[in-house]
């Protein structure tokens, strides 16, 4: 059974830093592209970063300077280092693994972990 187990989550004031984890386990976590996501009240989910299984990592362009998404394939562990944080980044923040077969693409969602940004 699939498991995707984020944390690091938490309040921090604007300028701040925090790391997020997402502990995998269930998968061959190595042959996933993983990613992060997340969402605010009221909003979509929407796309921050992933990264290859060959480490190659895509950003959403208005986190690309200040996010830096990373993994550990020997420790089945991806993270995701803000700095700078912004009031704006308050939302709750989901780890993904996607395994394409073919072209189709199979996604797993961890259950996410609040991020607050205090002004």
């Known amino acids: 059974q699939v498991q995707l187990v984020e944390s690091g989550g938490g309040l921090v004031q604007a300028g701040g830093s925090l790391t997020l984890s997402c502990a995998a386990s269930?998968?061959?976590?190595?042959?996933?592209?993983m990613g992060w996501y997340r969402q605010a009240p009221g909003k979509q989910r929407e796309f921050l970063a992933a990264?290859?299984?060959?480490?190659?990592?895509n950003y959403l362009h208005s986190v690309k300077d200040r996010f830096t998404i990373s993994r550990d394939n020997a420790k089945n562990t991806l993270y995701l280092r803000m700095n700078n944080l912004k009031p704006e980044d308050t939302a709750v923040y989901y780890c993904?693994?996607?395994?394409?077969?073919?072209?189709?693409?199979?996604?797993?969602w961890g259950q996410g972990t609040q991020v607050t940004v205090s002004s």
């Open positions: 990264i290859t299984t060959g480490g190659i990592p």
């Open positions: 269930g998968i061959a976590f190595s042959v996933h592209t």
């Open positions: 993904n693994a996607r395994r394409w077969i073919g072209t189709v693409p199979h996604d797993s």
